[in-house]
C-alpha cells in the first residue's frame, strides 16, 4: 500500500449511507473518530458506559455540525450482561450495521475483577469486544462493505498470553496485563479475519493502532510513576494528537482499498506517530494455533459464539 501524501481523514468519502458503532466514542480516539465520520455523513451510535458522557460529546459534535446523526447508547464492555442488552437493542432498531469499530478500552488499572470475575483489562478491551462482534454479527452481514475494526497498540509486541493466569491470581503487572489484552485485540482480528474468509463472508476484519497518541488513558490511568512520566511527560512532548492518532482506525473503516486481515498503524520511526500505513502484526498476533486457543477460550469465558455462513 504506497501514496504520494498522507492519508488525512478530509479523504474519507460520503458516508451518508453507512451506519457505525464506535465504542469508548465519548473521548479521545473514540470521539476522534465519531467526530470524523459524521463530518462525512455518517451514522453513528456511540457506544459509552456513561451516557451523559456520551450526551457531552454528541452536543460538542452538533454544535460543529448540527446536521450530524448521532445517537447514544449505554455499553459497559466489562460487563457482559450489558454487551448482550447493547446488542439486543441494536437488533430491535437496527435492520444492519456497517461498520463495528472495537476502540474502547482501559489501561493499567490495579488488579480488579469484572461483574463476571474476569480481569478488568481482558475483560473490557478483548472479552467485551469479541462477545460484542458475535453477538452483532448478522447485522454486520447484512451491511453495505461490512467490516469490524478492532483497535490494538504497539505494546502487542511486548506481550504474551497467560493462558494459564488470564486473571493475574498468580501475578499482576498493570502494564504487562494492558499489553496482553491489546495482544489478544491483535489475534482475535486476525483469527476472525482467517474464520469470516473461510466461511466466505463478506465482513472484513481489520486491525488498527494509534502509535503514541495522547488521551485520557495516559493520564487517568492509576499508577503513580508510570502515569507520571509518560502521561503527564511524556504526552505534551511527543504524543500526537487524537485526531491524528485516529487516522489509522478511519481509514481501516473506511478506505475502500483496504483488506481483511490488514494492520495499520502510523509510518513513522517505531510505528508511533505518522499517516496510516499497512503494517506487520507480531508473529504471536498472526499464529494461528494462539488464535484458535484464544477463540475457544473467549467462547467459553463470555458464552457467545459466532453464527458464520455456511458455504453452500
Known amino acids: 500500500m504506497t501514496r504520494q501524501k498522507r492519508w488525512t481523514a478530509e479523504q474519507i468519502s460520503d458516508q451518508t449511507q453507512r451506519v457505525f458503532v464506535v465504542t469508548g466514542a465519548n473521548s479521545g480516539l473514540g470521539l476522534a473518530t465519531t467526530r470524523a465520520l459524521a463530518r462525512r455523513g455518517g451514522q453513528v451510535i456511540l457506544a459509552v458506559r456513561d451516557e451523559e458522557k456520551g450526551r457531552r460529546a454528541v452536543a460538542g459534535i452538533t454544535a460543529e455540525q448540527p446536521d450530524a446523526r448521532l445517537e447514544v447508547r449505554r455499553l459497559d464492555l466489562a460487563d457482559l450482561d450489558s454487551v448482550r442488552a447493547f446488542a439486543q437493542q441494536m437488533h430491535a432498531d437496527h435492520q444492519r450495521l456497517d461498520v463495528l469499530i472495537n476502540n474502547a478500552g482501559v489501561m493499567a488499572p490495579p488488579r480488579t475483577l469484572s461483574a463476571q470475575g474476569h480481569e478488568l ?88 493502532h494509534p502509535g503514541y497518541t495522547a488521551t485520557n488513558l495516559q493520564t487517568s490511568a492509576p499508577v503513580g510513576l508510570w502515569r507520571v512520566v509518560f502521561g503527564r511527560i511524556g504526552n505534551p512532548l511527543f504524543a500526537q494528537a487524537p485526531a491524528d492518532g485516529a487516522l489509522p482506525q478511519l481509514y481501516a473503516a473506511t478506505d475502500p482499498g483496504v483488506e481483511s486481515g490488514w494492520f495499520i498503524g502510523p509510518d513513522g520511526p517505531a510505528e508511533l506517530r505518522g499517516g496510516p500505513t499497512r503494517v506487520e502484526p507480531a508473529a504471536s498476533a498472526s499464529d494461528p494455533e494462539t488464535g484458535r486457543r484464544l477463540w475457544e477460550v473467549s467462547e467459553r469465558l463470555t458464552g457467545v459464539r459466532f453464527a458464520f455462513p455456511t458455504r453452500v
Not at 154 to 179: C, Q, T, W
Not at 180 to 203: D, I, M, T, W, Y
Open 121 to 208: 483489562q481482558f475483560a473490557c478491551n478483548h472479552l467485551g469486544h469479541f462477545a460484542l462482534t458475535g453477538l452483532l454479527l448478522d447485522l454486520l452481514t447484512a451491511g453495505r462493505e461490512p467490516r469490524v475494526v478492532t483497535v490494538s497498540s504497539v505494546n502487542h509486541r511486548k506481550a504474551r498470553i497467560r493462558f494459564d493466569d488470564l486473571a493475574g491470581e498468580r501475578g499482576y503487572s498493570p502494564m504487562a496485563f494492558y499489553n496482553q489484552s491489546k495482544l489478544a485485540n491483535a489475534v482475535f482480528g486476525q483469527e476472525l479475519h482467517r474464520r469470516l474468509a473461510e466461511s466466505g463472508s463478506p465482513v472484513r476484519s481489520v486491525l488498527a
